[in-house]
Structure formats: C-alpha cells, structure tokens
C-alpha cells in the first residue's frame, strides 16, 4: 500500500520559515523522483519543486526560486521542502507527490500525499 504522508505545515508570519517533511512507503522510494505541488482556495493545483531519485537534480517554479530548497534522504524515505523568505501568496495545501521529473504537471503524478495546510499571514 502506497502512502506519502506530509507534516510541517501551519500557520506563520510573512518573512517566516516553514520546512515540510514526507515520508513514503509502498513503493520503491529510492528510484522514484518526488516533487511538491500545492493549490490555493479556488486556483488550480500547481508545480512547486521536483528532485530527481538521486538527489542530484532539482527544479523550481519560478516564483519559488532563491526561497524554497527540496531535499531528499531515501535512507529514511523521506522528502522535505525548505520555505523561507514566506510571502502571503504561498498559502496554499501543500502535497507531496511520486511522479516523473520532466512531467511537472498534476497528470504526471504516479502518488499524492493527503496533503499539509501552509497559512502565511500579513
């Protein structure tokens, strides 16, 4: 059974920090890339930041760039999303996904996670 369960979320001020954590099981975490999406109220789900199995590649959409760090240990199955630097337009439902590192789009996705609530307030 597949699961990515995110934590790391919640409520902080602009300018603030937030690091988002996923754990995986079920499936072959070490060879797969993982990458973070997120949907604010009424906007559709968007790409965040993807690495690749090895952690040797990363991308970020551009309004993220210089702020959010992804990073990846597969000894511990995990996944994190560094955010500094929080701006009110990042609040959003943070999801951690399984899924093609070129792909960047919600149908690329293999596995959602149930996703973790980020509030940046003014």
């Known amino acids: 059974q597949v699961q990515l369960v995110e934590s790391g979320g919640g409520l902080v001020q602009v300018g603030g920090s937030l690091r988002l954590r996923c754990v995986a099981s079920?499936?072959?975490?070490?060879?797969?890339?993982m990458l973070w999406f997120r949907q604010a109220p009424g906007k559709e789900r968007e790409f965040v930041s993807v690495i690749s199995w090895s952690g040797s590649s990363t991308y970020y959409e551009d309004s993220v760039k210089g702020r959010f760090t992804i990073s990846r240990d597969n000894a511990k199955n995990t996944v994190y999303l560094q955010m500094n630097n929080l701006k009110p337009e990042d609040t959003a439902v943070y999801y951690c996904?399984?899924?093609?590192?070129?792909?960047?789009?919600?149908?690329?996705?293999?596995?959602w996670g149930q996703g973790t609530q980020v509030t940046v307030s003014s």
């Open positions: 996904a399984a899924g093609d590192y070129s792909g960047r789009t919600p149908a690329s996705v293999e596995y």
């Open positions: 079920g499936f072959f975490f070490s060879g797969q890339s």
